[in-house]
């Protein structure tokens, strides 16, 4: 069973910067992926963000040249570097954690960026 535990979600004003965490305890094979994904109110979640264990990324259109994925191997953790953000980045963010046998959700992380 693998447990993701966010952290780094808060309020900020539009043009600044927030680091999501998200780091995963279990038993997990070493070849994985870890990605964020969002959801706003009235909206379906989408894919912000994907990170392979080998580190291949991919972003959304949407978030290109502002955010920044990276991992963190040996502890397990992913990032979220959001930078120049904006009022339609606010949501609620999810880790999201994918092995051969694991598929797994954190608890979501609130993020608000106001005008």
């Known amino acids: 069973q693998v447990q993701l535990v966010e952290s780094g979600g808060g309020l900020v004003q539009a043009g600044g910067s927030l680091r999501l965490s998200c780091a995963a305890s279990g038993s997990i094979f070493s070849s994985n992926t870890m990605a964020w994904y969002r959801q706003a109110p009235g909206k379906q979640r989408e894919l912000v963000a994907v990170?392979?264990?080998?580190?291949?990324?991919n972003y959304v259109d949407s978030v290109k040249g502002r955010f920044t994925i990276s991992r963190d191997n040996a502890k397990r953790t992913v990032y979220l570097q959001m930078n120049s953000l904006k009022p339609e980045d606010t949501a609620v963010y999810y880790c999201?954690?994918?092995?051969?046998?694991?598929?797994?959700w954190g608890q979501g992380t609130q993020v608000t960026v106001s005008s």
């Open positions: 990170i392979t264990s080998g580190g291949s990324t």
């Open positions: 999201y954690f994918r092995d051969v046998d694991v598929r797994q």
